[in-house]
């Protein structure tokens, strides 16, 4: 991995059009935007048009017709090796999931309240849910020659992804995960070329992309051109250095950024975290009824336990009402919505909201700095008012 | 899974000698002892006379040279069956792994102080490190015909456990995990006949014993005797009723526990703790250099992250020493021992403690009561003293 300078200026002019009113623009060039909260908890499967946009560089336009995926394990005996066509991708077995994604750097705007951090200032709109659909990544693996990882030469290996298309900090947007999560019949690792019912739109990866559920949204590589098996994490710069958490003290006025890269894990699984969506800060509430809403998501791609919403800040909590899907607790990869009725609202309020999944993790009350922004996953706090005319 | 009445008494004459005297002796009959917290984090590798034990009834005094284990999978078309003997087990690859077992009641002192909660009240020494050696479940099972969970008929399965030996809440001591953990090479769970380098202990199962990697200690059935893969979880007492965590306003006089047994997941991964070992509470210590030890265990198997110690009770936090196996970091099955060496300390102080895992979870600040005191992993808090004579 080289230390690269900012790559660019790139050129935008053949980006989509994006019809939504509802999505927030962080940045124009690359775009990335998120839905409003209450957009993104009044549809259990977010519209594709206002599902979150995180982009490191202008949107690839591909053909469909001429596309390939190629994949190799140069490192392997034998050198397994293939090129799919999109026509090969879909004569696979189809595989249906609906699973959330989240950026790493959701909620970002609460740790860079404690100290200035590094990256776009998201709220809590980077996660959003859909419905995929595509051929598993074990599939495709066990089709080009690539052993299982009861095999002991591959065991800890990883899986690289690289995208077509500009990016902004390194020559192409790459990603790794470990093998035994792209090889596990449990783990319905994808590629997808559905989104919501319809062909991938280009915003979200068309042709073809990789949707890793239960996994923070970075290692989803969108525009997908080329998948290598190896001993190794990918050195991309979106693994090596971006997506990590760097320890309290390390701030971006630290000389020592250089050092501690190498000694910190790419993150993988998400954390347990919960939202409020509805009502959003200071927003004027009738005095009653009220129904909070908000999303939900387990750790670690375990079940989300329960939800809970406090109306004093945190003294006293009371039980949501939880709306997912049907799949088997332990491959509920979609998020979980929630909501609690409340039947006044008289005074201020401090709204909360902290969940436990099923391993008995749950949300820290208060959040810890670290230079990038990421995994903030402190109590979501809304202050409320009454409105007296209602 | 009836509502079965408590068993016994039963004939205890027939219990191992337990030689150590740093065991803390929660219960004669059945034996439940955990270790002084100084001696676990004095050893990476706990010795196995140290070791916690746990135990629902008298200790099994099985041979060799007669027992067997039987696996079946009744609901299967084809009925896959057989039983292997000890020599069969023992003639299968070996594999050696060094996993943390921990019982989903450790700590549960600290959720009794703030209601009475039901179960043996230990306190934070009710985990220990060992290496094992054995058969891997995954082995075991694919010899006995088993198919993996790539095979869409058993994907969402289960592989109950059944021990020998008489228990207090139920015919035999069951438990079950979900078939994907069995069968993912990655996993490495085993079916174990040798801890730290030496035959099993009766006390810690012998001849043979689950151990699931990374799962709470419930799951890993000592003196094993049956496997019994199916479509549901063990209807057993220990899957059914026992080890789940009920919501905090359902307390040991509620009306409403058989409503809420049902509605809940039984517990299998552990959440991300840490406890400090040394000083222990109110312990005098010298004025310094101390050394502040301790252990902890990163969630859902994923890598510990961080170790962060406090001495003003939280205000501001320190990076720990890491001590573990050279083992990859999503395989870090063994616990993570921590140091942190203090020039002096020259006032009453409280030492917090709190660790993160590679997910991003990390711990609460303050416990949550659940009616059976289950996984308590609230910042662990230590008040001692300087000792003026030093």
Known sequence: MANIEKRGPFNYDNDPERPSPHLVIRKDQPFNAEPALHVLARHYVTPTDEFFK??????????????????????????????????????????????????AGNRRDGLNKLAKVKGVIWAAGTISNATWAGATLRDVLLAAGIPDVSDPRVQHWHVAFEAVGDCEEDVVYGSSIPLWIAMSPHRDVLLAYEMNGRTLTRDHGFPVRVVVPGIIGARSVKWLSKITVQPQESASFYQQRDYKILPPHVSIASEDLTEWWP????????????????????????GGPVTIRGYAIAGMAQALFIQYVSLDGG????????????????????????????????????????AWDTAGNTQPSEPTYNYRGVMNNAYHRVRVKPNAKC
């Not at 000694?263 to 009738?286: D, G, H, W």
Request: aromatic letters at 6%; hydrophobic letters at 40%; charged letters at 20%.
């Open 315 to 354: 003294n006293t909590w009371a039980l949501a009402e939880l709306y997912r899907t049907t799949a088997p607790l332990d491959r509920q990869w979609g998020w979980t919505l929630w909501s609690y009725r409340v039947p006044r609202i008289t005074n201020d309020a401090e709204i909360v909201c902290r």
């Open 263 to 286: 000694r910190l894990t790419a993150l993988q699984e998400m954390n347990v975290q919960s939202v409020i969506c509805e009502p959003e800060e200071n927003e004027l509430v009738r």
């Open 54 to 103: 995180r982009n490191h560089g202008p949107i690839p336009d591909l053909s469909a017709d001429t596309h390939t995926v190629q994949v190799a394990a140069p490192a392997l005996a034998g050198t397994p090796q293939r090129t799919f066509t999109m026509a090969d991708i879909r004569a696979m077995p189809r595989l249906e999931i609906t699973a959330a994604l989240q950026c």
